[in-house]
């Protein structure tokens, strides 16, 4: 979720770049004029809603405006109220609500909700947004619409419901973390080809912890995106799709692009649009891709990031199992540890104090969720990048030793052998080999330790016989006979 002014901020930036003209959509009917039934607000009602900066909303809307049989209108976007004109919002008694408003056509409209104390700002110009969010104490009917002259007479007004409270089970959220088995085949023996991607970027709540929910931006709907894996000399066709329920533009950089920006400035697409380009892999190498639309950092922090594979053409060295891993940071508002949905902080982004460090977007993705798992004898290897946007890793897996080392990511250097850490960038990668002579559960982590107090651990276990000639418990000697009387 992101702030207001943030939100303002980040549209105004990306829309420098293109026109986000196509937000509008085809709207339902518009309703009759409704009779709101309200009462005047509590002393508690302005008292929470002076508080809203430290609250975290359970019931959110998105209205954009637009035109319905000639008239101004709102028209719910996404949820239950997705497509409806003017829609009746419901919620809750003690729901901390959030409305955010798009400008769909381009004149100047706000929304107000004068018995509950709340307004939006004015938002001009298509893409524009501005998000109020207030407590609803009271229960009752109450009137939204537009304060701007002649908007509500023309037909931009609805109602909000507050019910009873209810009881709630907490949103857990969708699962966006990408099994690190989730990655394709070694391409095997083959002359060049052409080779077809295609990306989707999706927004979407997802689950960052026990409880806790994030609004992560995606390429098809995981962290990392999908791994792509191709050969030195394939002709790549990449297309990139912003999902229409997606309220940010969207491009894609691939660092293994020779070309303005990486690809992205030939794939900047507005919701609901599609774009493609062609390149030609000309390097091997491990190499990461990420949106690149203004803030660049906020789209990559928010989850936009992956890695596209380039064999050389005589392959890599035969392994048992392959993991594709990724470590990022995450800016929210509130504090390590905070249940609900969290909310985006970019002041902490510019001054680079995340909250949480993950590996494939979520506390938990690599220990609870999809742990690595391999078998006593055999070599698994690891291809690590560091989606960032800010920190560099000190890549370690506790309990063993990298046998190779593939360092920032090239295929074409000799690869470092018997190493303890290796160091990744922000932007960077490496490939690492393990053989696994014992079992046991082994630890990834970034050897900055204190990032594992933030989410930043993972697991590779390792199941099979002992082997007491590597490993094993007391002193190596035998027993002591029994004394004689």
Known sequence: MISTSTRAMLLASALSIVSAGSYAAGPTAAPSAPAPVAKAPTAATMAANSAMSHAMPNAMFTLRTGIAQGKMVYIGKGGSI???????????EGDIVQITLINGEGAEHDIALPELRASSQ???????SSTLVFHANDIGTFAYFCTIGGHR???MYGTIKVEA??????????????????????VGERGPTTVRYALEAIERVGRLDDNTTYDFWTFNGKVPGP????????TVVLSLKNAPDSVMLHNIDLHAVAGPGGG???????????KSFTFKATQAGLYVYHCATPMVSNHISNGMYGMILVEPVSGLPKVDREFYVMQGEIYTAEAFGRTGLQEFSVEKLLNERPEYFVFNGAVGALTKEH??????????RIYFGVGGPNFTSSFHAIGTIFDRVYTAGSLTSPPATSVQTTTVAPGGATVVDISLPVPGRFVLVDHALSRMERGLVGALIVEGPPNPEIFRDGDGTAPAAPMKH
């Open 227 to 234: 791994m792509m894996r191709v050969r030195v000399g394939d």
């Open 153 to 155: 007479e023309a037909g």
């Open 165 to 186: 409270a209810v009881a709630r089970e907490p949103d857990k959220g969708v699962s966006i973390s990408r099994d690190p088995a989730d990655l394709p085949p070694p």
């Open 122 to 128: 004015r938002v001009i110009g298509p893409g524009a």
């Open 264 to 274: 992205a400035v030939l794939t900047e697409v507005g919701p609901g649009e599609t």
């Open 371 to 380: 742990p690595l798992h391999a078998k006593t004898g055999e070599t698994v």
């Open 82 to 92: 997705d497509g409806q004109v003017n829609p009746t919002l419901t919620v809750h």
